[in-house]
């Protein structure tokens, strides 16, 4: 799943919520849209939270 200047979270249900963070816990964004820019981020592993209507599920990415 490397990325370098943006990816799309697709899911068979509504998505509320995006949060991205690094691996140290620092917010990097929170958007309600499912298509990120990546484009200013350092290189390095990102985690998502995806927020639904019934639950959270984390992913981890790799901007490159």
């Not at 990097?28 to 298509?35: D, F, G, L, P, R």
């Given at each position: ?53 019934n ?10």
């Amino acid at each position: 799943n490397p990325a370098q200047n943006s990816f799309e979270i697709k899911s068979s249900g509504k998505i509320n919520k995006v949060i991205v963070a690094d691996l140290s816990g620092k917010l990097i964004a929170s958007v309600k849209t499912t298509k990120i820019d990546c484009s200013q981020w350092s290189r390095g592993t990102y985690l998502i939270q995806v927020w639904s209507d019934n639950s959270v599920t984390t992913l981890k990415f790799i901007k490159d």
